[in-house]
C-alpha cells in the first residue's frame, strides 16, 4: 500500500512497567480510515499498548509513527499537538469528576475552539445525543451508571472531532440495544468524518460486524500472536489461542494460564 | 482554571474553616493566660498576661495551630482528590487532552489555600486573644477596657504582620506539598489512603521546621 495510507506505525514497541515486561515486538500499521481492533484476554496489555500511543506511556524501545513523525522523540509541546487529532475514550470512562456531564464534554471545546458558550452549549447537546445521552447533560459523573459513563466519555472524545480515535471497550457495560447503536455510531464516525479508529474490544459480533484490521496480543509469551481483520482470523487462524478467543469457546486446550483467567 | 473550582476551593479552605480555627484558637489562648496568670502572680505581673497572650498567638501560636489544622483537612484532602483522580484516570485523560493539571487541578488548590491562610491566622490570632481575656476576666482584677488597652500596648503590629507572612507561607507549602504527593501517588485505594496521611505528616512537620527557620531569620533581621 502506499505510504501515505497508513496513518500511524508501531514499530517492534515493548511496553513494560519497569522490569515487567507486557509486551514485545509489537508492530502494526493503521491505515487511514480503517478500523483496528486490539484483542486479546485481560491482562495482557491492550490498554498498556493505547497509552503508549495516547502519549501516556513512552515505549521501551521501538518507535511509533503518527503521520510519519516520531511520536515519542517529539518534544512534549509537540507531542500535546500531535495529542490534538486524537479522541480518546477510556476504559473507566475517566469523567472529570467536578464537573457535569455537559461540562466534561464542553471543556475541550472551551480550550481548543474560540467558539461562543452558546454554541458551545449546543454542540455539546449534539455529542450527547450521538451516544443517547442528552438527558443527563446536567448530572455529575458519581450519578450516572458505569454504562453512562463510558457513552459520555464517547461523546468527549469526539467533542473537537479527532480524525484518530481510541476507544477501551467501548461496549462494555452496554445493553445489546446500545451496544448495536454504538457500532453504527462507530460506523458513522469513520465513514461520515473520516475518522480512523482504534478499538479495544472483547464483543466479537460488533468486531466481526465492524473492524477491518487487527492485531492479537497473547499475556503468555507477551507478543502479538497474529494479525488481521477480526472475521480472517476466526476463519482461518490455526493458533490455538486466537481460535478460542474468536469462537468463545472454552473447551480448546490453551495454557494454565488462560484456562485460570478464564474460570475466575 | 475555572472560576467555580476556584471558587469551591477557596469555600472550603476558608470560610468552612472557620469553626474548627475558631474552636481550637480560642482553646489555646485559654490556655496560655491560664498557665501564664498562674506563674505571672507569683510576681504580681498578672497584667502582662496581656503581652503573653497577644504575642505568642499574633507571633507563633495562631500561625503554627492553623496551619496544622489546614494541614490535617485540606492538604489531606487535596492529596487525597489528586490521588483519586490519578487512580481514575481523570489526570490522564487531562494530559491527552493537552490541558495543563497545573492550571486545572493545582492552581485553585494552591491558590485557595495560600489567600486563605493568611486570613484564617488573623481570626484566628483575635480569637485567641479573645480565648485569654475570657479567662482573664474570671482570674483576675482587671476591665475590659484595661485588659484591651494593655493588649494594644503590649503587641506591635509588626508582630502580626510576622504572623500573616508566615501563614501565607505555610499556606503555600502545605498546598504545594499535597498536590505533590498527590500527583505522585499510586493508582489504588489504599494508594489515596497514603497520599492524604503523607500529605498530612509532611505538611506538619514541614511547618515546624519552616517556622524553625523563620525564628531564625527573624532574630538575625531584629523582628
Ligand atoms: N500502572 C501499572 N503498573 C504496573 N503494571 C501494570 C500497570 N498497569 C497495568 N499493569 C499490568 O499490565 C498488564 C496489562 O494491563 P492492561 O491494563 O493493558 O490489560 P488489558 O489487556 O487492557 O486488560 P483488560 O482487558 O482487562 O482491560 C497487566 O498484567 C497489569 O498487571
Ligand atoms: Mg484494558
Given at each position: 500500500m502506499p505510504q501515505s495510507d497508513t496513518l500511524i506505525s508501531v514499530r517492534d514497541v515493548e511496553l513494560s512497567f519497569g522490569p515487567k515486561i507486557?509486551?514485545?515486538n509489537v508492530s502494526f500499521d493503521l491505515k487511514r480510515g480503517s478500523i483496528f481492533a486490539v484483542m486479546?484476554?485481560?491482562?495482557?496489555?491492550k490498554s498498556t499498548l493505547l497509552k503508549s500511543m495516547i502519549g501516556l506511556l513512552p515505549p521501551t524501545t521501538g518507535q511509533i509513527l503518527v503521520g510519519g513523525e516520531d511520536y515519542w522523540a517529539q518534544n512534549e509541546h509537540r507531542r500535546t499537538q500531535i495529542n490534538h487529532r486524537f479522541g480518546v475514550l477510556f476504559q473507566s470512562g475517566a469523567l472529570w469528576s467536578s464537573m457535569t456531564v455537559g461540562e466534561n464534554v464542553a471543556l475541550p471545546l472551551e480550550m481548543f475552539t474560540t467558539q461562543p458558550p452558546d454554541v458551545v452549549r449546543k454542540l455539546v447537546e449534539v455529542k450527547l445525543g450521538l451516544v443517547g445521552m442528552e438527558q443527563a447533560i446536567d448530572l455529575y459523573p458519581s450519578e450516572i451508571s458505569g454504562g453512562m459513563r463510558k457513552r459520555a466519555g464517547l461523546a468527549r472524545a469526539i467533542a473537537l472531532d479527532p480524525d484518530i480515535l481510541f476507544f477501551d471497550e467501548p461496549s462494555a457495560g452496554l445493553d445489546p440495544i446500545t451496544s448495536a447503536r454504538l457500532d453504527d455510531l462507530i460506523l458513522t464516525l469513520r465513514d461520515g468524518l473520516g475518522a480512523t479508529i482504534v478499538i479495544v474490544s472483547h464483543e466479537l459480533p460488533s468486531l466481526f460486524a465492524i473492524a477491518d484490521d487487527g492485531i492479537f496480543l497473547d499475556a503468555r509469551t507477551h507478543r502479538p500472536i497474529a494479525h488481521g481483520s477480526p472475521r480472517t482470523l476466526r476463519d482461518n487462524s490455526s493458533i490455538p489461542e486466537v481460535m478460542a478467543f474468536m469462537n468463545r469457546s472454552s473447551t480448546i486446550p490453551t495454557t494454565d494460564e488462560t484456562k485460570a483467567d478464564r474460570h475466575v | 482554571m475555572r472560576t467555580k473550582d476556584l471558587i469551591t476551593d477557596l469555600w472550603n479552605a476558608g470560610p468552612n474553616a472557620l469553626l474548627i480555627v475558631g474552636v481550637v484558637n480560642f482553646l489555646i489562648g485559654a490556655i496560655l493566660a491560664f498557665v501564664g496568670l498562674v506563674e505571672l502572680r507569683r510576681f504580681a505581673a498578672e497584667i502582662y498576661v496581656t503581652n503573653l497572650v497577644g504575642i505568642a498567638c499574633a507571633r507563633e501560636i495562631s500561625a503554627i495551630m492553623t496551619a496544622i489544622i489546614m494541614a490535617g483537612r485540606t492538604g489531606g484532602a487535596y492529596a487525597a482528590r489528586i490521588s483519586t483522580m490519578l487512580g481514575n484516570e481523570e489526570i490522564d485523560a487531562l494530559k491527552v487532552f493537552g490541558i495543563p493539571i497545573s492550571g486545572y487541578i493545582l492552581l485553585p488548590a494552591i491558590l485557595s489555600l495560600s489567600l486563605m491562610m493568611p486570613l484564617l491566622y488573623l481570626y484566628g490570632t483575635l480569637i485567641g486573644i479573645f480565648g485569654g481575656f475570657v479567662v482573664s476576666m474570671s482570674m483576675m482584677d482587671v476591665s475590659p477596657m484595661g485588659y484591651w488597652m494593655s493588649t494594644v500596648n503590649g503587641v506591635e503590629l509588626r508582630e502580626f504582620a510576622f504572623g500573616f507572612v508566615k501563614a501565607f507561607f505555610f499556606g503555600s507549602f502545605i498546598a504545594l506539598a499535597a498536590c505533590r504527593v498527590g500527583l505522585m501517588a499510586g493508582r489504588s485505594a489504599a494508594d489515596v489512603g497514603i497520599a492524604a496521611t503523607r500529605a498530612v505528616v509532611i505538611g506538619i512537620v514541614g511547618i515546624i521546621a519552616m517556622d524553625a527557620v523563620f525564628a531564625v531569620m527573624a532574630n538575625a533581621l531584629g523582628i
Open positions: 507486557i509486551q514485545q486479546g484476554g485481560s491482562g495482557c496489555g | -
